[in-house]
């Protein structure tokens, strides 16, 4: 019965003379309303598009290794965050100022931003301002017969007073080694 709704209108829309227009006159013009906005919210209006420029951008570059590390701070003393593959890019932010690390935004790390070394990445559209690093963390290297309160209180105090990075190493102190990533 297709013609059943049309009928219906007809019927419930005629306006008798003397007679004001029904209910269900008005309860199909709000129905024929909503289903005129429903059908019009999937019309594209096309708006210019926001294209932003670029702002500065590492890549890694092919080396021995197929990823990088992204430490915490800039150099080897500060712990690695993440890892970056070959080819992969990351927004820069800065360098320090000898030019050797790279502060780039790395939302995964605890602060948001890692930093790289300059030989493992090419810097792409244009160059980077110099920042400030961070301070070198703190190391606390317990031997087996350190008092675990000790560590702790040393822990808690190298963040909460002298504002730096505590790293608590499971090595043998001042070893090379452990300064070279081996």
Not at 23 to 32: D, E, F, I, Q, T
Not at 67 to 77: H, K, L, M, T
Request: charged residues 15%; glycine residues 12%; positive net charge.
């Amino acid at each position: 019965m297709p013609g059943w709704w049309l009928r219906r209108v007809g019927r419930a829309g005629a306006k008798a003379p003397g007679r004001p227009v029904t209910r269900p006159a008005r309860g199909v013009l709000l129905a024929a309303l909503l289903l005129f906005l429903a059908l019009s919210v999937g019309v594209h209006h096309p708006v210019r598009a926001y294209t932003p420029t670029p702002g500065p951008m590492i890549q890694v570059v092919p080396g021995t290794e197929p990823q990088i590390s992204v430490r915490a701070g800039p150099g080897v003393d500060y712990p690695v965050v993440g890892l970056l593959l070959v080819g992969e890019k990351a927004p820069a932010l800065g360098r320090t100022p000898g030019g050797n690390w790279i502060l780039i935004l790395y939302p995964s790390a605890p602060e948001g931003v890692g930093w790289v070394f300059f030989r493992y990445v090419q810097v792409i559209n244009g160059p980077l301002p110099v920042v400030t690093p961070p301070p070198t963390p703190t190391e606390v290297i317990p031997t087996p017969e350190t008092d675990p309160s000790v560590v702790a209180f040393f822990m808690e105090y190298g963040d909460r007073f002298l504002g730096k990075q505590t790293v608590l190493c499971k090595d043998t102190p001042a070893f090379i080694a452990n300064r070279i990533g081996v």
